[in-house]
């Protein structure tokens, strides 16, 4: 398809589980887009959800693909290389889920093959498209000092991978987009408590700017949280990704008049030190954040601008989150029983 089009961008959805069910949905509704039709390895399945969106069940991966414009893979992650190779290779866009593959090498043949054909390489970090980070807008972010936690209650569903790639990269890929330095140091541990890989883990990550992120991440936990806490110098954000909200407290000039929208909380400290307390709550946009990133997917199809989170975001977050693995391995002991 060539940028520019005022044509509906076909698009294929690869896998149809939980998360490529929704993918289909969201896609069926988007103006600019055409549900061009489904696959899974389970044909009774692509058939009761292209039933379900008016759309076609294609019997393989290289027939789907012949059919669309761009592709969505929302496969297993053992099949995103081979899958986006293919798609790539046939010289369509792809949208591809988190983490982008299994290993940092695959990820590089898959981000090469993109930037080689020309073509759009989106993965599926969510969180960037949450209300609350799109609240912050274009708002100066440098944090010194990041804290996060983001815990859920027991599923079975994705046990089969460490809580590491299921949870905490979502966070891992916020930090980086935000602190813009090299990891220099990771410090890290885990434990497998309930299933037979990591289900809760911290990891204390430095950077080459002097910023040291605290994370964690469990799927044990009795109650759900996903927040992140960050400072800078004259300025602290805490994100709420479950509420969708953001707020922002920081220091102005005792005598300036604050902004419509901000609130002034007090005065501290004292003389030529004197600094008004000013407190944000950014206004939030009702949105549906994978709507909003297949949507902005679709977006850079047809334009040919570059995908707020591209290939190379993806695989820095998964060097990144493999690099706390191999740390959480190096530090494990196995007891006997």
Known sequence: MNPGSREPVRVGVIGVGHLGHLHAKMLAGLPSALLAGVHDV????????????????????????????????????????????????????????????????????????AAKRGLVLQVGHIERFNPAILALG????????????????????????????????????????????????????????????????NARLQFENGCVANVTASRISQRKMRKMRLFQPREYISIDFLEGAAEVFSLGAPDEEPRSGVMAMGEIGSGDNRRRLLYEQPAVAEVNSLREELDRFVTSVRTGSPPLVGGEDGKRALEVAGRIMETIASNTVTLER
């Open 42 to 113: 389970r044909a009774d399945r692509a058939a009761s959800v292209a039933a379900e969106f008016g759309t076609r069940a294609y019997p393989g991966v290289a027939e789907l693909i012949a059919a669309s414009d761009a592709l969505t893979v929302a496969t297993v992650t053992p099949a995103h290389h081979a899958v986006a190779l293919a798609a790539l290779g046939a010289g369509r866009h792809v949208f591809i889920e988190k983490p982008i593959t299994e290993t940092v090498e695959q990820a590089d043949e898959v981000c090469t093959l």
């Open 138 to 201: 274009d708002r100066e972010i440098r944090p010194m000092f990041v804290e996060s936690h983001r815990l859920s209650q027991f599923n079975p569903r994705g046990t089969d991978v460490a809580v590491v790639l299921d949870l905490m990269i979502h966070d891992i890929d916020i930090i980086l987009s935000f602190v813009r330095s090299p990891v220099t140091r990771i410090d890290a541990n885990g434990v497998a408590v309930v299933s037979e890989s990591i289900d809760i883990a």
